[in-house]
């Protein structure tokens, strides 16, 4: 049976990992879910913002109601090498998706239970007490223009880090396969296996951020829904 899960893992009896090894091997998944079942929503996701998060046709769906936008966080925590893969689509294009890796307190604390709670604005995510990198995918304005290219961003300041022309994803109503890669401090990104971005953090705005949450966000025009499916995220 098909089912949102969270893939655990256990270190072998007697196995001695020394400081700073990771725990997670290489291609192994972390988490995956196809959103064929509504049940564990709640337990697997943390949602900010007001709007609506629900199932539609076997995806998830995020559609912002206020102008400030909503948030969609993976509860648990992914290591400092990460995979992120989604299968991505806008009904209109009157909206903007922007997602988080590597998110965790400029305090080094767990942004969801030891924080106080956010409202979906996105000055929160970039200015706030947030620590993380921000790409940004299909940007239109709620008007509808094309604000072409996607960027990386560094938080907290909301650094531009790397651009790239031309918008990878211009048309609504087109499923498109996400790709994210976190080795260190180097971020790659593609669409439909075409390479958007290719950028290695130096510390230049800060130091080079580590493990954390991810996260999926949505603003635009009140008719704007972004979809999500097929989210697998895999240690490198």
Same mark, same amino acid.
């Given at each position: 049976?098909?089912?949102i ?5 256990l ?17 192994q ?31 998830l769906?995020?559609?912002?109601d ?24 806008f ?6 998706g922007v997602?988080? +890796?590597a $998110?965790? =307190?400029?305090? !080094?604390?767990? *942004?969801?239970?030891? &924080? ?5 604005k996105? #000055?929160?995510y ?6 993380c ?6 940007r239109?304005?709620p ?7 996607s ?12 651009h ?29 296996e ?13 130091? +080079?951020? $580590?493990? =954390?949450?991810? !996260?999926?966000r *949505?603003?635009g025009? &009140? ?6 499916? #097929?989210?697998?995220?895999?240690a490198l």
């Open positions: 049976m098909k089912r899960k969270i893939a655990t893992w270190l072998a009896t007697g196995m001695l990992l020394g400081a700073g090894c990771s725990r997670e091997r290489n291609g998944v972390l988490f995956q879910t196809d959103f064929s079942e509504a049940d564990d929503l709640a337990r697997t996701w943390h949602w900010e913002g007001q709007g609506r998060v629900a199932l539609e046709n076997g995806k769906a995020l559609q912002e206020n102008g400030d936008g909503v948030v969609l966080w993976i509860r648990q925590d992914f290591p400092a090498d990460m995979q992120l893969q989604f299968d991505l689509s009904n209109t294009n009157l909206g903007i997602f988080f +890796i $998110a965790k =307190g400029t305090g !080094g604390e767990d *942004i969801l239970t030891d &924080q106080p709670e956010r409202d979906g996105y #000055n929160l970039t200015h706030g007490k947030i620590n990198y921000g790409f940004s995918l299909h239109f304005f008007g509808g223009r094309n604000n072409p290219g960027n990386i961003r560094k938080n907290s300041g909301f650094h531009l880090v790397n790239a022309e031309t918008d990878p994803l211009p048309e609504a109503n087109r499923t498109c396969r996400v790709k994210i890669e976190k080795t260190g401090g180097r971020l790659r990104l593609w669409v439909d075409s390479l958007v971005h290719d950028w290695e953090d130096d510390g230049t705005h800060g130091e +080079i951020l $580590a493990d =954390g949450k991810i !996260g999926f *949505i603003r025009y &009140q008719s704007c829904i972004m979809y999500l499916d #097929n989210v697998l995220v895999t």
